[in-house]
């Protein structure tokens, strides 16, 4: 055999055959856009720490939403900024609340969009934790009647998915039985199973004005040291009814995106959460980075890591991008 033997570069001559053997094709189709809905009527006011996402009334959400759906882009997820806080998150269950009045609204505009939900209470207590306190601590049992309960009233306003971020012990079987006992049996649910307990949410803290007012969420999301903990999580949340499953964040986490594809037989989600968008955008800002071409990059990476869905809040830039190319 002449030298050398190997010539890969054969495949990369020209786009065209570049694109005949391309692995990883990124679609609008596996976006799901993250929205953050608040009380009031034409607000639109934007985060300091993510430029380009705002927080929004009901009326600019369906206004949002029907631009999401134009772009391709098949679902939302809705996290709400609630008209008052207490200690046991009440206004997360209210028929009158944020996230319920925003399902309404969208059915309602006869959007052709998913509407997940988040599931959580973090947004509607007075201490900023994902549920009840008891003895300086997060009581678990208490939290996932709450957070069921939650579900219910989230799918009652009409959502078509919802999504636990709390990372309560057995709340997918709760929220599951809650469910199937009010004849929503049809209504998926949308795990955030291997939620780790990650800097990279400060910026989404402030989205949504969730920070805990005391110590931290290290005794209920995960370490980011455990890899073989996030198979468990996965396994058991699938077990209790679980259809598709997610890991968060993205991009500190490919490794247990691709274990989790390569180990489960329902979708896998990904979540690029705030800090990796930011971290982004602050670069760019300073002309450092090129967005569009590491936007495309990162997303890209995010598919072929093994996720089939990705949250994301560049879910307009890059489908805007994808049709353009
Ligand atoms: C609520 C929740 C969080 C995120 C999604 N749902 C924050 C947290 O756990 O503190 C983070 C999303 C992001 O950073 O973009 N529990």
């Not at 201490?127 to 997060?138: K, P, S």
């Not at 996932?144 to 078509?160: I, N, P, T």
């Not at 396994?235 to 499953?245: H, Q, R, S």
């Not at 490794?255 to 968008?277: L, M």
Request: net charge neutral; hydrophobic share 40%.
């Amino acid at each position: 055999m002449p030298f050398p033997m190997h010539r890969p570069r054969r495949l990369r001559r020209n786009e065209l055959i570049r694109s005949m053997v391309r692995e990883t094709a990124l679609s609008p189709a596996d976006f799901i856009y993250p929205l953050f809905v608040c009380p009031g009527k034409g607000v639109k006011k934007e985060i300091r720490s993510m430029p380009g996402v705002f927080q929004m009334s009901v009326d600019e959400i369906v206004r949002e939403c029907r631009e999401v759906a134009r772009l391709g882009i098949p679902a939302i997820i809705l996290f709400g900024i609630p008209e008052a806080k207490d200690e046991i998150g009440s206004h997360a269950s209210m028929e009158q609340g944020v996230v319920q009045q925003a399902i309404r609204a969208i059915k309602r505009a006869k959007i052709n969009l998913i509407v997940i939900t988040d599931v959580c209470l973090c947004e509607y207590t007075s201490h900023g934790h994902c549920g009840v306190i008891e003895n300086g601590d997060v009581a678990n049992d208490p939290t996932v009647k709450l957070l069921a309960d939650e579900a219910l009233s989230h799918v009652q306003a009409g959502a078509d998915i919802v999504a636990p971020s709390d990372m309560m012990d057995g709340r997918v079987r709760a929220i599951r039985e809650i469910l199937d006992e009010n004849d929503f049996s049809n209504v998926p649910i949308l795990s955030y199973a291997a939620k780790y307990c990650s800097g990279f949410y400060g910026p989404f803290r402030e989205a949504a004005e969730s920070a805990p007012k005391f110590g931290d969420r290290r005794s209920y999301q995960m370490d980011p040291a455990n890899r073989i903990e996030a198979m468990k999580e996965v396994l058991n949340d699938i077990e209790e009814g679980a259809d598709i499953v997610m890991v968060k964040p993205a991009l500190p986490y490919l490794d247990i995106i691709r274990e989790v594809r390569n180990a489960v037989n329902v979708p896998v989600a990904a979540y690029n959460v705030s800090g990796e968008y930011s971290m982004v955008k602050a670069a760019v800002s300073k002309r450092w980075l090129d967005e569009r071409r590491v936007v495309l990059e990162l997303l890209t990476s995010i598919k072929r890591a093994g996720a089939d869905l990705i949250l994301t809040y560049f879910a307009k830039d890059a489908a805007k991008w994808l049709k353009e190319k």
